[in-house]
């Protein structure tokens, strides 16, 4: 079993949709977790932190069940820009970052 | 500021010879990693550094060597390159946790290897 889970998709959807994406990690003991974005052929890069108390930035909502272990990321009004892969990260004790393979999102006009 | 920057950003090898890729970064982190991307695997952690002079293994650290001989960079090594090492190596870094800062890791643009 892959430490991190993800849904890899395609999900494809009309702009101004609202699209959720899940993730499930197994090591009870992770600290830390994050949402990243990787656009085609790119690196990946931040785009949010998930704390337990669930957190806002703008659009997107990210939200973490730790009993379930189970994190969450839903994008609302859905942008052409959005357009890109989503990945779950968790971190357990130090910097050693494990990511799941990635969610495909493609937002149409 | 450049960030995090990778050399070469493509490459292609024959079975059994070996090449270096260099990162650098210019934003003191403590903390640096070298990662591969396959598709449908996700980044898996090679090797990391929490400090210069010091090295760790990470998830798939064999067939790989690495340096960090300096704060600001970080080698990745494959002595006898093989095929199953064709993949998109990815190096990042970090500040560490001891001096309060992120666990948000900045990645380079990638290096695009392939083996035949």
């Known amino acids: 079993r892959k430490e991190v889970e993800q849904d890899p998709g395609p999900f494809n959807v009309p702009e101004g949709a609202t699209v959720a994406f899940n993730c499930t990690y197994s090591?009870?003991?992770?600290?830390?977790f994050f949402w990243y974005r990787q656009d085609c052929r790119k690196e990946p890069k931040l785009l949010m932190s998930?704390?337990?108390s669930g957190n806002e930035d703008g659009r997107f909502t990210a939200q973490l069940n730790r009993a379930s272990q189970y994190i969450s990321l839903l994008i609302r009004d859905s942008k052409l820009s959005d357009s890109a892969t989503y990945l779950c990260?968790?971190?357990?004790?130090?910097?050693?970052?494990?990511f799941g393979a990635g969610t495909r999102l493609t937002v149409k006009p | 500021n450049a960030g995090v920057t990778q050399t070469p950003k493509f490459r292609v090898l024959k079975t059994g010879q070996s090449m270096t890729l260099l990162c650098a970064q210019d934003m003191n982190h403590e903390y640096m990693y070298w990662y591969r991307q396959d598709p449908g695997m996700g980044l898996r952690l090679i090797h990391y550094s929490v400090g210069e002079g010091t090295t760790a293994k990470g998830e798939v650290p064999d067939g790989y060597n690495v340096s960090r001989l300096k704060k600001q960079n970080f080698l990745l090594g494959l002595e006898s390159a093989a095929p199953s090492q064709t993949s998109v190596y990815f190096c990042?870094?970090?500040?560490?946790?001891?001096?309060?800062?992120?666990?948000?890791?900045?990645f380079g643009p990638g290096t695009r290897l392939t083996v035949t």
């Open positions: 990260v968790v971190n357990t004790n130090n910097n050693d970052m494990r």
């Open positions: 990042a870094s970090s500040y560490s946790r001891r001096t309060g800062g992120s666990y948000e890791q900045y």
């Open positions: 090591n009870s003991a992770s600290q830390s």
């Open positions: 998930v704390y337990s």
